[in-house]
């Protein structure tokens, strides 16, 4: 069993490609099998397998959200009341609700078992830069 707490930086709202990280961590564990859980501790924020080959899904899918949930300052989302940190707080947290916290991934010969043009993403819902953190746990 190994475990490790991974950092990401982000930058305000999108997409951010974390495989490289996740696989560093694999290869690090030397395991050649096993189950690997990604976990990212915050509420304003998922995690995401997702196409890494076209940049134009990230584009759409964060264009998509926006449509979804808007700020808590578009008329149609008047009745929020917990707007303590911005207009994109709420929403921040219905999107994370929407999407996944955590992520399961086999590991087979050292490497994770994903699609050819599946890559893991944090996909962070708030407009401010932040420090997010994702546990890692392969067993």
Known sequence: MQQEEL???TRGQGLYEVTRDVQ???AHSGAAQGLLTLFVRHTSCSLL???????EVQ????AYFARLVPPSSHPDMGYLRHTYEGPDDMPAHIKAAMMPVSLSIPVSEGQM???TWQGIYLFEHRDAPHNRRIFAHLS
Do not use: K, M, S, W
């Open 113 to 115: 078992v994903l699609g």
């Open 24 to 26: 560093r961590f694999v």
């Open 59 to 62: 584009t759409d899918l964060l």
């Open 7 to 9: 950092e990401v930086a």
């Open 49 to 55: 397998i997702q196409e890494n080959a076209d940049p």
